[in-house]
C-alpha cells in the first residue's frame, strides 16, 4: 500500500498527442545550431565516461556564479529545476508546514508539498485580469509559512512588480521564486542578484536551461539563495544527479549567452504579435506563452489541424513558436472563430 497521500495524488500527467505543430510544453521553438551539438560531443568524448561527474559540479556552479553575479556557493545545480525543487520542499516543508501557492500555476509545487505532508494554502488569481495576487499572498503568509511564486506564472503569464519579492520577504516565509521564464520578462525584478540579493535568506530563486537556452531534453536547471541555505537543501538534494553530458552542455552554452539572447528577442517579438491577434481573449503575458479563454471544443479543433496546445478548464495555453508555426496557430484560430 502506498501512503494515504500518495494514494490520494494524482501522477503529473500530459496530453500526450502527436501534431506537427507542438505548441503545449513552453519548449524554446529551435534547435541548437549544430556546431554547439558537435562542440558538446567533442568535449565529452574526452571525457572518462566510467567516472562520476564532478561532485560539487565546481566548474558549472562557477560559470553560473560568473554570468550572475553570484558566489558559487550560492548556487545548486540539478537535473532540471524540477529536481531542485523536490530538494527544496523536502527541505523547508513537513508535516502540516503551510505553503502559499497561488492558482492555477505549475502543478507540480501542490505535488510536492501533498507527498511532504505540508498543507497547500492557496491563493486564486483573478481569472479577470491574470494578475498574481501580491497582496492577498503577503496576507496569507507568515514566519511559519514557505510560499511558492512563479514569475512569470505559468499558465497566466503575469509577473511580481518590481517590488514584490520584498514584500514577501517582509512576511518573514520562506520565499521559494521560480523564474523558469524569467528571461523573458524583459525585467531584472527577479533575477537572482537583483531579487534583493540572495544573501537574504530565506530568499531561494529557481532558474532553468529548458526554456530561454532551448536545451529542455538535456534537463539542467539551477538555484540561487544564501549558502547556509544550499548547504541544508544539498543534504536533501541527490549526489551525481546531472549527468556529464548536461553538465558540458549547460557550461558551453553559457559560453554562448547570445543563443539565449537570440531566443528571447525571437519569442518577444512573436509574442507581441501572436497576443495583438488574440485580442481580449488573451492574459498579458511576459513568459513565452499565453493564455487565453477558450470556447469548449477548441482544444480538439486546432488538434484535427495538427496544432497541440495545453488545456486548461476554460482556457488554453499556447507556446510562442516558430513563426511560421504561429502564422499556422493564428490561421486556424481565425477560421475555428
Ligand atoms: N517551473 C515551471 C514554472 C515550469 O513551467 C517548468 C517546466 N514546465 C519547470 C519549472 C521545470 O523546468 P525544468 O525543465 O528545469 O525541470
Known amino acids: 500500500m502506498s501512503r494515504a497521500a500518495i494514494a490520494a495524488m494524482t501522477a503529473y ?4 498527442r502527436d501534431a506537427a505543430i507542438k505548441l503545449n510544453q513552453n519548449e524554446g521553438p529551435d534547435d541548437l545550431p549544430r556546431a554547439f551539438k558537435e562542440e558538446l560531443f567533442r568535449r565529452v568524448v574526452n571525457r572518462s565516461w566510467n567516472r562520476y561527474p564532478d561532485f560539487e559540479l565546481t566548474e558549472l556552479r562557477s560559470a553560473l556564479a560568473r554570468a550572475n553575479g553570484l558566489e558559487p556557493d550560492q548556487i545548486l545545480a540539478g537535473n532540471g529545476s524540477n529536481e531542485l525543487l523536490a530538494a527544496t520542499v523536502a527541505t523547508f516543508v513537513g508535516p502540516g508546514t503551510p505553503v502559499v501557492i497561488p492558482r492555477p500555476t505549475f502543478a507540480l509545487y501542490e505535488k510536492l508539498v501533498a507527498i511532504a505532508g505540508g498543507t497547500v494554502v492557496p491563493v486564486d488569481i483573478d481569472p479577470a485580469t491574470g494578475v498574481l495576487p501580491l497582496d492577498a499572498i503577503v496576507r496569507a503568509a507568515g514566519p511559519a509559512s514557505v510560499v511558492i511564486v512563479c514569475s512569470p506564472n505559468n499558465p497566466t503569464g503575469g509577473v511580481l512588480p518590481p517590488d514584490g519579492v520584498d514584500e514577501l520577504l517582509a512576511t518573514g516565509a520562506t520565499v521559494l521564486l521560480d523564474r523558469a521564464y524569467g528571461e523573458f520578462d524583459g525585467g531584472r525584478a527577479t533575477s537572482p542578484a537583483g531579487a534583493g540579493g540572495i544573501a537574504r535568506a530565506p530568499l531561494i530563486t529557481f532558474s532553468t536551461f529548458s526554456k530561454a537556452w532551448g536545451l529542455a531534453g538535456l534537463r539542467v536547471g539551477w538555484l540561487a539563495s544564501a549558502a547556509e541555505t544550499c548547504r541544508e537543501i544539498r543534504k536533501v ?17 553559457l559560453e554562448n549567452p547570445w543563443l539565449r539572447d537570440r531566443n528571447v528577442e525571437r519569442v518577444r517579438k512573436e509574442r507581441a504579435r501572436v497576443m495583438d491577434a488574440l485580442g481580449d481573449a488573451a492574459f498579458p503575458s511576459q513568459a513565452n506563452f499565453i493564455l487565453f479563454r477558450a470556447r469548449a471544443g477548441l482544444f480538439d479543433d486546432l488538434l484535427a489541424r495538427g496544432i497541440l496546445v495545453r488545456a486548461y478548464a476554460g482556457f488554453l495555453r499556447v507556446s510562442i513558436g516558430l513563426p511560421e508555426e504561429n502564422d499556422a496557430f493564428l ?4 477560421e475555428l472563430a
Not at 538534494?237 to 552554452?253: G, R
Not at 490561421?331 to 481565425?334: D, F, G, I, R, S
Open 13 to 16: 500527467t500530459l496530453e500526450l
Open 237 to 253: 538534494k541527490l549526489p551525481y544527479s546531472l549527468n556529464i553530458v548536461s553538465e558540458a552542455a549547460a557550461i558551453l552554452a
Open 331 to 334: 490561421a486556424a484560430m481565425k
